[in-house]
């Protein structure tokens, strides 16, 4: 496999974007990325989306944005993997490189989930849970994560407030991002008072409903060392893993086994530990999904992501900065995109791109996209090469 690296980056602001269509948001961030490559056209296009059969009544997204974008004759795809479409998408393009079947290939994620009404989106999110066993029982998507977090506090003597630190960094990052939905600012009271959702997740333990594209343009390494003016951020290592899609099928529902999987094996690609992660794109979702996500990438102990929350040290400043530019609680969870906006935010960071959310002298970024309530996990390793 041939040492790959991404050298061009574009995303759309996340929010309602009533004016603009499914092909529009693509086509914008797509330009974006490639303007910021100075390419012209990638030879393989990978689009990551789950909704657009559900919500847009739209499928062949790889015809539908190639085309729009003045690339006829290409290779494009769309890809599905439930809300880790972006990353599947950025690890197809990844290995498509990797493999030698192309030079520039270009990973898209795009969704759009505000033109309906607020029970189609939440009716379509339920298909990446079981819909024999879970979906078709009544369980939403929020209802099926509210079950995890009941446990977790029964288990671990949490109460609700405990997790305010994972939304209040969130939005305090967020607050910086000008492509963020949610830019204010909130504070452990306010997430405490918030309008319940389905008990004990409140409106502040979860991300929104929006729009939002991005993209990222992956070349040989060798490449990228020869043609782009941005220090050269490789892709150290892209892993994935599956568990059940039911929580009842899982061996303790409070370990995200497909997310320990594919992080411990993406650690052994890169030839690091967890020590050695300067920043962390986590799926936040929701709280519940941050506390796991932490446990499970081995940068808290079993019961312990909570507690590590409130030790103050997720923060820009802190040991293990999570959710940089906002992460999906703040910046926005189009589901389809979300895991490519994970990758070009890691990007920035590592090329000191980040303005006020810089961390400083970062070198190894984890970036991890969860699929369902943790069914098919996509783990990605960026390091800034030079």
Known sequence: MRDVAIIGIGQTPVGEHWELSLRDLGYRALRSALEDACVEAPQMLFVGNMLSGALSHQENLGALIGDYAGHRGIESFKVEAACASGAAAVRMASLAVGGGACDVA????????????????????????????????????????????????????????????????????????????FR????????????????????????????????????????????????????AASSSAIDSVALHDRRDPLVLQAAADSAWRAYSHAGIGPEDIDFFELHDAF?????????????????????????????????????????????????GATGVYQIVETVQQLRGAAGENQIPGARFGLAQNIGGSGANVITHILERAS
């Open 106 to 181: 270009v990973a898209l994620g795009v969704e759009k989930m505000t033109d309906g009404r607020g029970d189609e989106a939440t009716a379509a999110l339920a298909m990446a849970a079981d819909a024999d066993y879970e979906s078709s029982q009544g369980l939403s998507f929020v209802a099926i994560n509210a079950l995890l977090m009941q446990r977790y506090m029964h288990e671990f003597g949490y109460r609700h407030v405990d997790f305010a630190p994972f939304a209040v960094t969130a939005h305090l990052n967020a607050s910086t991002n000008a492509n963020a939905m």
């Open 184 to 235: 204010s600012r909130i504070t452990a009271e306010q997430f405490e008072a918030s309008r319940p959702v389905a008990s004990p997740i409140n409106l502040l333990d979860a991300s929104g409903i929006c729009d939002g594209a991005a993209a990222v343009v992956i070349v040989p390494a060798d490449l990228a060392r020869s043609t782009s003016p941005y220090p050269l951020v490789r892709i």
């Open 287 to 335: 709280t519940i999904m941050a506390a796991l996500s932490l446990e499970a990438c081995g940068l808290a102990p079993h019961g312990r992501g909570v507690a590590l929350a409130n030790e103050g040290v997720l923060g820009r400043q802190g040991r293990i900065p999570i959710s940089t530019l906002g992460g999906l609680k703040a910046r926005g969870h189009p589901v």
